[in-house]
């Protein structure tokens, strides 16, 4: 078996056992039927209902589910490669919700406030978001180097800071969209055209230019990690900090970039969902796509083309899992078989490091018991 294999082995084994426990629970709480029918709708929901198109039904059959899909697999890869950046380095980013937040509030404000042409509105809309996100991230970052603050303590409080400065008080207060006549709007105001994601399919479809964005980014990640001298240094001080200060890595420069990167691609995604799916900053800003990214990190093995892989699936699952309400579902069932894949990814890494840890202690063991006593 092929050593590449090997790391994505079980990952999809994982994923295909949630997807049979999520089958039979549905099964044995319905019957076999419905199981089945859900799980039809599900990929008619996320792939594109094949077989009604070939009958002859309209385009729409396949772009829609495919826009739908394609825009939440866009976010999720956004988010997934934050968390797996920081992984890298060696940090547990459980603040790309929070930076997602600022990101897409920055984008809302460009969006709307600045009156550019097209080609300089949304590249600096983007640009605004991400270095918003950015520097979000680099407060858990300091308070690491400076102060010694574990990383997973400052994001979880950084992600409710995000949340009640802009949810609770900017998107409500200062930011509020004007009043049109009598009728008060909630969030804040629209963007400007010039600063929309172009959609890729035009009306028969809302895919636009995040998912190809998000595509890119995984690539210029992988680029910088496994080809780039940066990149290695980076992945060296994940590997041990100090070892990699012994070689002359310059480890608090190296954390703080890749911080402020992870930063920067969940600020991304906060600005593919504002100005790509709902134009404005919305009252709040609903499904938790930060939290999913640490998820997607794990299952893509920290890797961004796995990362990237496993977001498109699941963005796939999404899409689709709206349709298993038809059924009765409730509609949060893939969330749960995503859940069920990590709570699996992760017993594999549990018995892995089990195994390891009893192949060590063999090894030493029959060592000592092959060394040849001096005299």
Known sequence: MGERLRAVLPSLLSIALALALGFLAIALTRDLDTALQAYGQMLAGGIGDWGA??????????????????????????????????????????????????????????????????????????????????????????????RGVHEVISTIMLNWVAVSLVDNWLVVGPLRA???????????????????????????????????????AAALVWLWLLRTRVGYE???????????????????????ETMALAGALAGLAGAVLVL???????SSLGAPY???????????????????AAALFFGVLRAGGTRM????????????????????????????TLVRRRSAVTGSAVVASTEVPRA
């Open 276 to 282: 790509g799916t709902e134009l404005k900053y919305p």
């Open 178 to 216: 004007s009043a049109s006549g009598e009728l008060s709007r909630s969030g804040t105001d629209e963007v400007l055209a010039t600063a929309e994601l172009p959609r890729l399919l035009g009306s028969l479809s809302r895919l636009n230019l995040g998912l190809p964005l998000a595509l890119l």
């Open 53 to 146: 198109y070939l009958e002859g039904g309209p385009l729409t059959l396949l772009t829609r589910p495919w826009g739908e899909a394609g825009t939440k697999a866009a976010l999720l890869t956004f988010t997934g490669l934050s968390v797996a950046v920081a992984f890298r380095v060696g940090l547990f980013n459980i603040g790309a919700q929070g930076q997602m937040v600022v990101g897409a509030l920055v984008a809302a404000v460009v969006g709307a406030q600045l009156s550019l042409p097209a080609f300089l509105h949304l590249p600096l809309a983007l640009l605004a978001a991400g270095v918003a996100g950015g520097l979000w991230a680099l407060l858990p970052a300091l308070l690491k180097l400076r």
């Open 325 to 352: 309400q038809l059924l009765g579902v409730h509609k949060s069932f893939p969330e749960l078989i995503q859940g069920l894949a990590l709570l699996l990814v992760a017993g594999r890494l549990a018995w892995l």
């Open 290 to 308: 930060g939290f999913d990214g640490i998820a997607i990190a794990l299952l893509g093995g920290s890797h961004p083309g796995g990362t990237a």
């Open 234 to 256: 980076v992945r060296a001080v994940g590997q041990g900090a100090e070892a990699a200060r012994t070689a002359g890595i310059p480890v608090a420069r190296r954390v703080t």
